[in-house]
């Protein structure tokens, strides 16, 4: 991509509206613009940034057997009316009605959806289990939205839902998505601790929140400081091995974690003082196992192998793409912008011209550009007439990873500088060295 021809409209001045650094930083990068109160587009830079999130954690699912579909985001009334939740779910709901004053919602969540489309085919125990999700807009009307698209009113979310024969069955699919979610938030370069949470509205028995230690955090949390050490489930995890996973689930609940709301002072207290970590935490993913809440009033039944029918048993698990965009800026920056991690950077490396128009300086970007974009690398070619500092201010900003710097003394030599975003270390090396760095 040729800056010249992108649009990235960067932010000069701070904006004021922003509290929080990376509410700031994303509004400066240019990733995001408000259009009313907690609801904003995503602009190049930003939607570049969301779409590799949601690659790796669709990658994840995937890996778990989950399946992906997508259900649209106005809901008919009646869906809400059959699980009680209509009345139930208050002023969140944006309730909307059709030119045939029928009413209609935007969908806050999917359980009533996801169970009308189970309902209407599955019949047999031996079409499970089932887990179907899909990456989706929801819309919740905040009584605070702020933080940028950290709380905003209509956002996204990866909402996947279980279905199984049995309570055991059930706790397998559980099982699944915790393992996938710890492997989904480290992929994204973040340490998410799992910590036994509330169920809210969505109502249930079993539930955990994934919590991004941060101290800009909304919620106060409670644990164990081996969490920020333990090992991550490996790419070869058997997510069919029940008794692996309920290893795995073991392991990550078996110290202290709590968010406020389920917080115990005294079970807090019995872990060694040293031991005690208490901080403020921004939840990126929260599953529930909540059985057959949904599915006995809305009457999704299977036949079982004793040839009776039986109500399934349910689970949802959602993760919030468009905060998780501004939780890895919070976890990951400096004094001068963002620092991506390499796997959901915009762009893998950004090639910098100090002086367009020269000759020398522009054959040796062009070579350069093209021999990495030909690689495949996603490149950011930095081609406009700004002045050097400026340049440098931008790549700093938007957080790429590499920036390849040519200058006319360096180029004169056939050589170039490559600039690690992350440690500021700089190299020089020649035209060659640096292509084949990335290309190898
Ligand atoms: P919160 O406690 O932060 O209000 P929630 O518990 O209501 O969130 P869930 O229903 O558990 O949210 O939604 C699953 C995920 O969706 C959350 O873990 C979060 O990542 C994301 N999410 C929820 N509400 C918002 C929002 N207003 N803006 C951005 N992301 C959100
Ligand atoms: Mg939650």
């Not at 992108?6 to 509290?19: C, D, Q, T, V, W």
């Not at 605070?144 to 996947?160: C, L, N, Q, V």
């Not at 539930?207 to 949390?221: N, R």
């Not at 991690?341 to 970007?365: E, L, R, Y």
């Amino acid at each position: 991509m040729r800056l010249s021809r992108y649009f990235m409209p960067i932010l000069k001045e701070n904006p004021k509206e922003a509290e929080i650094v990376s509410h700031r930083l994303m509004l400066r990068a240019g990733m995001i613009r408000q259009q009313s109160q907690g609801i904003y587009s995503w602009l190049p830079l930003g939607k570049r940034v969301l779409d590799k999130v949601n690659a790796i954690i669709r990658e994840e699912q995937n890996r778990t057997g989950a399946i992906e579909l997508s259900m649209p985001t106005l809901q008919s009334a009646e869906l809400w009316q059959e699980s009680g939740r209509y009345d139930a779910y208050g002023k969140e709901m944006l309730r909307i009605k059709d030119r045939q004053d029928r009413p209609m919602l935007y969908g806050p969540t999917n359980e009533e959806m996801v169970t009308d489309i189970f309902r209407s085919s599955i019949k047999s125990y031996k079409d499970l289990p089932l887990n179907l999700y899909h990456i989706q807009l929801k819309f919740r009307d905040e009584i605070r939205p702020r933080f940028g698209t950290m709380r905003s009113r209509e956002f996204m979310m990866k909402d996947a839902y279980s279905f199984d024969l049995t309570r055991e069955g059930a706790e397998h699919s559980y099982n699944k998505m915790f393992a996938a979610y710890l492997r989904t938030f480290d992929r994204l370069g973040l340490r998410a601790i799992p910590m036994r949470a509330d169920t809210g509205p969505i109502g249930g028995k079993l539930s955990h929140e994934f919590i991004i230690l941060a101290d800009t955090g909304e919620s106060e949390v409670f644990c164990h400081k081996d969490f920020v050490d333990f090992d991550i489930p490996g790419e070869h995890t058997d997510f069919d091995s029940v008794e692996g996973l309920q290893a795995i689930f073991d392991k990550w609940t078996s110290l202290y974690a709590a968010t406020s709301e389920m917080h115990d002072e005294a079970a807090f207290n019995a872990v060694p003082e040293g031991d005690r970590l208490s901080a403020r935490g921004i939840e990126v993913g929260h599953i529930f196992y909540f059985g057959t809440k949904y599915s006995e009033p809305m009457g999704a039944k299977v036949q079982g192998p004793d040839g009776k029918e039986h109500f399934v048993h349910m689970g949802s698990y959602g993760i919030g793409p468009t905060r998780l965009v501004p939780a890895i800026i919070e976890a990951s920056h400096d004094d001068n912008g963002i620092i991506w991690p390499a796997s959901v950077a915009p762009f893998d490396i950004v090639v910098i011209n100090m002086k367009a128009g020269d000759q020398a300086c522009d054959d040796t970007c062009e070579l350069i550009y093209a021999a990495l974009t030909k690689a495949g690398k996603d490149v950011l070619y930095d081609d406009t007439d700004d002045r050097a500092g400026t340049k440098f201010a931008t790549a700093d900003l938007i957080g790429v990873p590499v920036q390849i710097i040519a200058g006319p003394r360096a180029v004169a030599n056939g050589e170039v500088e490559v600039k690690d975003r992350k440690t500021g270390a700089r190299e020089t090396m020649t035209i060659e060295a640096a292509i084949n760095r990335f290309v190898a």
